[in-house]
Each structure stands twice: as structure tokens, then as C-alpha cells.
T-cell receptor, first 115, second 111 residues
Framework: DADVTQTPRNRITKTGKRIMLECSQT?????MYWYRQDPGLGLRLIYY???????NKGEISDGYSVSRQAQAKFSLSLESAIPNQTALYFC??????????????FGPGTRLTVT | KQEVTQIPAALSVPEGENLVLNCSFTDSAIYNLQWFRQDPGKGLTSLLL?????REQTSGRLNASLDKSSGRSTLYIAASQPGDSATYLC??????????FGAGTTVTVRA
């Protein structure tokens, strides 16, 4: 089984709808991240969390909110989806106590289309 | 703000040729640099991570170098194979939790 899973893998929704993307991990990592990827652009950080009670905005947090329900679960919500939020969304984890320079591990991604 | 650039955006080579992928960044005060591979429908797979104190890392046919003073990293893939076809992303970390990504180089290895 994959260490970092994301649901759904694909989603089409309409403008104005609320949508939640979910991420679960079995790596036991404290840190979790949400990124979005647009064609021709690098991944951009939306939110990151150091633990259940420590959540921080990233580079492009406007229009998004997150919830860290447990160490293993980190959800991203679009309160009122708009077409320019159409993108590929990735969840990632890292372990600050590892000896690997804080390597980040990514889920398979969720392709979101807002019509 | 850290800017990460990967040129070219796409590259096509015949099987067996060595691949050279470039990454440049504007701020040399980095914590680490990570190379990823991205396949369609799959997530990013970490290939190599170079800490700021290191000059290079090697794993099998892959070798990545880091020159902080010039703001450059190069990923070498020896004896390319069709299975190496993918998009390769470079990401630079100013600290132990943030990464700034380049847009990637899409590689096609022709059989």
C-alpha cells in the first residue's frame, strides 16, 4: 500500500461548490503539506502543518482552508470553488527527525476541474 | 523570493545517451536541493536530496551536483533508457520545511 494516499484522485465540480480533498499517510510523519501544480509552473505551497495544532499558510492560501484531523490526516477545502482553482493537487509529508535532510514524500495527486 | 528555473522545458534523446538536466536558482542561501521524477497519474518520486553542505549525491545511474555559489544544480542520468521518460523537477529548500519548485524538464528517451 502507498504511504501517502489522496482521495479522490479525480474530481469535476461546478463553480461555487464546496469541495474537500483528503490526504492520509502511514509514514508516521508529523509534517504535512498541500501543493498545487499548474501546467508550465512549478508546485506551489498552499498550506503546511507541523503537527495537529500547528497549521500555517503557504504561498497561495487564499480561497483554501485546511484541517488536520489527526497526525495521519490532512484535508484541503475549497469553500467556493472557482475555475482558476482547476489544477493538480498534491499532499506531501516529511519527518524533521530523519537523517535525510527533511526529504518530502508525495501522494499520487488529485486532479480537480472546476467548470 | 527564490526563483527556480529549469531549461530546457523538454528534451528528447536516443536510448543510451547520457542525460544532463539543469536547474538554476536565484538565492544561494539554501538548506537543501531535491530532485524529483513525475510520471503521469502518479505522484512525485524523490530521486536525490543534496544538503547545502554537500557537493553531490549519487544513486545508481543518477548523479546530482550542487554549486551554491553559482546557483546551479545538474542531474546526470547515465545510459538513458525508455523507462527514464518522465518529467524531472528540481526543488530548493531555504529551510527544513519549504520547497520552491522549478517547472520541470520533460524527458523523452527514444528506443
Amino acid at each position: 500500500d502507498a504511504d501517502v494516499t489522496q482521495t479522490p484522485r479525480n474530481r469535476i465540480t461546478k463553480t461555487g461548490k464546496r469541495i474537500m480533498l483528503e490526504c492520509s499517510q502511514t509514514k508516521g510523519h508529523d509534517r504535512m503539506y498541500w501543493y498545487r501544480q499548474d501546467p508550465g509552473l512549478g508546485l506551489r505551497l498552499i498550506y503546511y502543518s507541523f503537527d495537529v495544532k500547528d497549521i500555517n499558510k503557504g504561498e497561495i492560501s487564499d480561497g483554501y482552508s485546511v484541517s488536520r484531523q489527526a497526525q495521519a490526516k490532512f484535508s484541503l477545502s475549497l469553500e467556493s470553488a472557482i475555475p482558476n482553482q482547476t489544477a493538480l493537487y498534491f499532499c506531501a509529508t516529511s519527518d524533521p527527525n530523519s537523517g535525510l535532510g527533511y526529504e518530502q514524500y508525495f501522494g499520487p495527486g488529485t486532479r480537480l476541474t472546476v467548470t | 523570493k527564490q526563483e527556480v528555473t529549469q531549461i530546457p522545458a523538454a528534451l528528447s534523446v536516443p536510448e543510451g545517451e547520457n542525460l544532463v538536466l539543469n536547474c538554476s536558482f536565484t538565492d544561494s542561501a539554501i538548506y537543501n536541493l531535491q530532485w524529483f521524477r513525475q510520471d503521469p497519474g502518479k505522484g512525485l518520486t524523490s530521486l536525490l536530496l543534496i544538503q547545502s553542505s554537500q557537493r553531490e549525491q549519487t544513486s545508481g545511474r543518477l548523479n546530482a551536483s550542487l554549486d551554491k555559489s553559482s546557483g546551479r544544480s545538474t542531474l546526470y542520468i547515465a545510459a538513458s533508457q525508455p523507462g527514464d521518460s518522465a518529467t524531472y523537477l528540481c526543488a530548493v529548500g531555504p529551510n527544513d520545511y519549504k520547497l520552491s519548485f522549478g517547472a520541470g524538464t520533460t524527458v523523452t528517451v527514444r528506443a
